[in-house]
């Protein structure tokens, strides 16, 4: 479909400013006018229903729409997802259900996934998250180099061609899980990945023999190629476990603050108050970013406790008290890691309500910014959010007020981006991307990842 200009009256914008409607205009893929309303606008001869209602016809000679006071957010941000491992549960197991097995039984299997099988599983996993308004995804690619470079390399390619495919529609950031206590073999394959053109560097240290060793390797590689660095941290219930103390420590000796980010922090919730805080405090002076994930922690924790059973979502409230940004992702989707999830950022929201206790009116909207404007920054996308010159990228939800985001999870979004609506409400996936519609069915008939369920997303 053809890009076209677009006219929205009666918007509700409440990271902006809930009290109040607005009146946008979208010229060429960029804002072009943000407008508080002094009231309600009468509406034009089109609505939400129409776009609902259409089957065939092109949205670009629909010009005008009246959003009725719905709700739009800037276009979700998933900064934390492993797109390549989505969908794996039927193929690889996990009976324990604990991360130890998770991460044995997949290390075993990885090398009998072939390239096609990878890409559908990131393609199914990376089109339902944008049915649900996900634009942005940072996922982190599996790098089992124990398993030989054809093995460790073809997840990287996967990811990347899979990225390059759907540029149009989400951006998709790829990002290595770097191996374990490394040797000249261990560098050059990260290296060979980076010039393939991986977006940053993973890995998971505190699950390595030479935890600081690791760290100083991605440090060094990092800076070497000026990349972001995003690290699993301190995965475990173990309060012994403090990598984010080596992590935060490296960040100010290489000068490396505000690209750092540390993900999951469930040892932080297992220690004692002066420990935690001074860890905090630690990420504070370093500007580290941080990201929980609370669907797969909450899983994947406490497995050997009884009695009051801990859950494993890190500190929340108090990083954000300290001022720290935090994020919360999706994580694992229908993987031995994690064998539920659908890639939705507002369920991931509500879990982190209840794991957080974050209820009240402001708490939501914290909420809401932990899956858009925080992530985006931690992310390094400058041209982010829903202002004028920036690039039209949106998603609007079918609910008015703020407090009912999280009560309904609503069906019905209408995600848009790119000067083009590229989701319909849960119901169709844009005329937009009809271009893939092949490519997904023969996926969809050569890989038996996609023969568990089916997919939740329609491509016509």
């Not at 209408?414 to 319909?424: H, P, Q």
């Amino acid at each position: 479909m053809e890009t076209s200009d677009l006219h929205l009256i009666n918007v509700s914008l409440p990271l902006f400013d809930s009290s109040a409607l607005f009146e946008i205009h979208v010229a060429n893929g960029r804002y072009t006018k943000i407008a508080r309303q002094d009231g309600w606008i009468d509406p034009p001869n089109s609505s939400f229903q129409d776009l609902v209602d259409l089957q065939a016809e092109p949205l670009s000679r629909f010009y005008q729409w009246d959003a009725k006071g719905k709700i739009m957010l800037p276009g979700l941000v998933d900064s934390h997802m492993h797109l390549d491992k989505a969908f794996s549960l039927p193929k690889v197991p996990n009976e324990s259900g604990t991360l130890v097995e998770a991460v044995r039984n997949y290390r075993a299997m990885s090398p009998s996934f072939t390239l096609e099988e990878i890409k559908a599983r990131m393609y199914r996993a990376a089109l339902q998250a944008l049915s649900y308004g996900t634009t942005h995804i940072r996922t982190h690619v599996d790098f089992n180099v124990a398993a030989g470079q054809d093995t460790a390399l073809r997840n990287v390619q996967a990811a990347i061609e899979v990225k390059e495919s759907l540029a149009p529609y989400l951006t998709i950031e790829v990002f290595p899980m770097c191996p374990y206590e490394w040797t000249r073999r261990e560098v050059e394959l990260v290296e060979e990945a980076i010039q393939m053109g991986v977006d940053g560097l993973g890995g998971a240290p505190h699950l390595s023999s030479t935890p600081e060793e690791d760290i100083d390797h991605i440090f060094h590689l990092a800076a070497k190629h000026d990349l972001p660095i995003d690290l699993h941290t301190d995965e475990s219930d173990d309060p012994q476990v403090r990598t984010v103390a080596y992590i935060a420590k490296k960040t100010e000796e290489t000068d490396y603050q505000g690209r750092v980010v540390v993900d999951h922090l469930c040892s932080l919730s297992a220690m004692d108050d002066v420990v935690a805080g001074q860890l905090i405090e630690g990420m504070v002076e370093a500007r580290l970013g941080a990201v929980t994930l609370p669907g797969a922690n909450m899983y994947l924790q406490g497995r050997s406790d009884r009695g009051l059973v801990r859950r494993g979502v890190t500190r929340v409230r108090e990083l954000l008290a300290a001022g720290i940004p935090v994020a919360t992702a999706s994580d694992n989707i229908h993987d031995p890691f994690h064998p539920f999830g659908r890639g939705d950022l507002l369920v991931i929201a509500l879990l982190t309500a209840y794991a957080t206790h974050m209820g009240s009116l402001s708490e939501q909207l914290t909420l809401l910014k932990m899956i858009t404007d925080v992530p985006a920054s931690l992310i390094g996308s400058e041209e982010y959010g829903i202002a004028c010159g920036r690039p039209a990228n949106f998603v609007i939800l079918d609910v008015c007020r703020p407090e009912d985001v999280l009560v309904k999870l609503p069906e019905g979004r209408w995600v848009y981006g790119a000067g083009r609506w590229i989701s319909v409400s849960q119901k169709r996936l844009s005329w937009g991307i009809s271009s893939l519609a092949n490519r997904w069915n023969t996926l969809q008939s050569q890989q038996s990842a996609f023969n568990e369920g089916g997919s939740s997303v329609c491509l016509t």
